[in-house]
């Protein structure tokens, strides 16, 4: 059984920006790229930190890359991979993205 919980003002998030989702416990990043909406857990697998804090948004600073703010790793908005920095070669963990009348609702057991 799958907990759902919307993800506001999608239609309004431009291509490339990314935005930090806190649900209970959970802290996800949910970004558009090419359209579609892409969600992660938002824990960097070098050390399992959150890749932003409350004061910086999780991009470098093109807007290219998801970046953590701790050691300076740089993941693929696309797939997660780590592409450079200390855990290059990992992943960050995709969330679960469904679409229900025109709505993105991000699913988490
Ligand atoms: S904790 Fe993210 S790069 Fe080190």
Do not use: R, W
Not at 13 to 38: H, S
């Amino acid at each position: 059984m799958f907990n759902k919980h919307l993800i506001p003002n999608t239609q309004s998030l431009l291509e490339g920006q990314a935005l930090n989702i806190k649900v209970e416990e959970y802290d996800f990043l949910v970004t558009k790229q090419q359209g579609q909406i892409i969600a992660y857990e938002n824990n960097c697998p070098h050390q399992n930190k959150p890749l932003n804090d409350e004061y910086d948004m999780p991009l470098d600073a093109e807007g290219d890359y998801l970046k953590c703010h701790h050691h300076g790793a740089l993941f693929s908005p696309q797939d997660g991979s780590c592409i450079t920095g200390p855990c290059q070669g990992s992943h960050l963990k995709k969330a679960i993205v469904g679409m229900e009348q025109g709505n993105c609702y991000l699913l988490f057991a």
